[in-house]
């Protein structure tokens, strides 16, 4: 009899736990992300796909970063996109970066204005998300584009906030620290600034001893080359530029080798070592047409000095090239210097009105306290009066 009633309690009690556990099953469990949706008919979660607003956006921003080291035009088009979809769909880690690369994108093509807007809306953006790392990134590009627009001022100011940022996250991004760093030091080399730009090359490469997995470490010890050779020191400078062209090929760092390569041609021209200066200059010149960088023409020019300095036939070739390529790179220059002046004059511009603005602002609020005041001293003496009467 008492095995009866123990199946009867047992029939009983499973019956009464039956709907919680059906519950329990159809209901997302704690724990799991967000992006899970309804058991399948295995009772097993599977993970539900984006919604399609989301998953275009995502192909967007992959899509824009993939041409951006070759079509800008694409780049800032698929960007632009994916953040009109991401501030459609409130969607602010996708604002975050499509914004960034929207910025990238429109300093690449030199349109300094559109960067810096773009920079602004992804500091607030990063802002909201709580992103402090690309809070600190939005700081140092404003800093590349007031430096690109001749404010080295105002571009250093941008650093130091970046810089600020990056020494406040726990832990400290250390990583950024380093970059901000080498374009304080740029920024100060630019303006043939050695003694504030000595102490933050140092301070660089202290800290690239304690970041031995750096990206580019070459960049930095180029840095100090060009220090070096503003500070009137040749010789350790041909040392420290060697040291770079062999560190910058083993990291396959183009940028920094074809620019120790044209350091080490200069200073072999001045010795004079024509051999070595051709060899350099060759070497430095096939690097920067690679890269499509304009000091390919420099390149050509040290390399037709020496040709010429050593009758070689071939020099009035190279000489034409040269020629060619620097009448060329003029009229960009000019074109992009008249584009920097624009840029300039908005700002200055955007600037004024901005100060209008505050000041529009200012005058309005001064006018309502002082309306405040006045009804508070005209209700006071209505009180008064009635309180006479």
């Known amino acids: 009899m008492s095995d009866l009633l123990r199946v009867r309690a047992c029939a009983l009690l499973w019956l009464l736990l039956l709907p919680l556990?059906?519950?329990?099953?159809?209901?997302?469990?704690?724990?799991?992300?967000?992006?899970?949706?309804?058991?399948?008919?295995?009772?097993?979660?599977?993970?539900?796909?984006?919604?399609?607003?989301?998953?275009?956006?995502?192909q967007l921003v992959h899509q824009s970063l993939q041409h951006l080291g070759s079509n800008l035009d694409s780049a800032r088009s698929l960007a632009r996109a994916a953040v009109t979809l991401a501030?459609?769909?409130?969607?602010?880690?996708?604002?975050?970066?499509?914004?960034?690369?929207?910025?990238?994108?429109?300093?690449?093509?030199?349109?300094?204005?559109?960067?810096?807007?773009?920079?602004?809306?992804?500091?607030?953006?990063?802002?909201?998300?709580?992103?402090?790392?690309?809070?600190?990134?939005a700081y140092m590009g404003l800093g590349l584009?007031?430096?690109?627009?001749?404010?080295?001022?105002?571009?250093?100011?941008?650093?130091?906030?970046?810089?600020?940022t990056y020494a406040a996250i726990r832990p400290p991004d250390a990583g950024g620290e380093l970059v901000v760093l080498a374009n304080r030091a740029q920024n100060f080399l630019d303006i043939?600034?050695?003694?504030?730009?000595?102490?933050?090359?140092?301070?660089?490469?202290?800290?690239?001893?304690?970041?031995?997995?750096?990206?580019?470490?070459?960049?930095?010890?180029?840095l100090l080359g060009i220090l070096q050779e503003k500070d009137q020191q040749p010789d350790s400078a041909t040392v420290t530029f060697q040291v770079t062209a062999r560190l910058a090929?083993?990291?396959?760092?183009?940028?920094?080798?074809?620019?120790?390569?044209?350091?080490?041609?200069?200073?072999?021209?001045?010795?004079?070592?024509?051999?070595?200066a051709l060899r350099y200059a060759r070497q430095a010149r096939q690097l920067f047409h690679t890269l499509g960088d304009l000091q390919e023409a420099e390149a050509l020019r040290q390399q037709a000095v020496a040709l010429v300095a050593l009758h070689q036939p071939e020099a009035p070739a190279v000489l034409r090239r040269y020629l060619a390529l620097a009448d060329s790179i003029q009229g960009q220059q000019r074109l992009e210097?008249?584009?920097?002046?624009?840029?300039?004059?908005?700002?200055?511009?955007?600037?004024?009105?901005?100060?209008?603005?505050?000041?529009?602002?200012?005058?309005?609020?001064?006018?309502?306290?002082?309306?405040?005041?006045?009804?508070?001293?005209?209700?006071?003496?209505?009180?008064?009066?009635?309180?006479?009467?």
């Open 21 to 58: 556990g059906l519950l329990a099953q159809a209901s997302q469990p704690d724990g799991l992300p967000a992006g899970l949706g309804h058991p399948d008919s295995l009772r097993a979660w599977q993970p539900r796909p984006p919604s399609a607003d989301t998953a275009r956006m995502r």
């Open 87 to 137: 501030w459609r769909q409130g969607q602010v880690r996708g604002l975050v970066g499509g914004l960034g690369i929207l910025a990238d994108a429109d300093y690449y093509a030199d349109d300094y204005m559109a960067a810096q807007r773009h920079l602004e809306m992804l500091l607030w953006a990063a802002r909201r998300l709580k992103r402090p790392d690309r809070v600190g990134n």
């Open 249 to 276: 090929r083993a990291t396959h760092d183009v940028n920094s080798e074809a620019e120790a390569l044209l350091h080490l041609a200069g200073f072999a021209l001045r010795r004079p070592d024509y051999p070595r």
């Open 337 to 389: 210097a008249v584009a920097t002046a624009q840029a300039r004059f908005d700002l200055v511009e955007q600037q004024g009105r901005i100060r209008v603005l505050e000041q529009q602002r200012r005058i309005a609020r001064l006018e309502a306290e002082q309306r405040t005041v006045r009804g508070r001293l005209q209700l006071g003496g209505l009180l008064g009066g009635g309180l006479l009467l």
């Open 192 to 222: 043939d600034s050695v003694g504030r730009a000595r102490p933050l090359v140092r301070q660089a490469l202290a800290r690239l001893r304690q970041l031995p997995q750096t990206r580019r470490p070459a960049k930095y010890q180029l």
């Open 145 to 164: 584009v007031a430096r690109a627009l001749d404010n080295w001022a105002g571009a250093e100011q941008y650093f130091v906030q970046a810089q600020q």
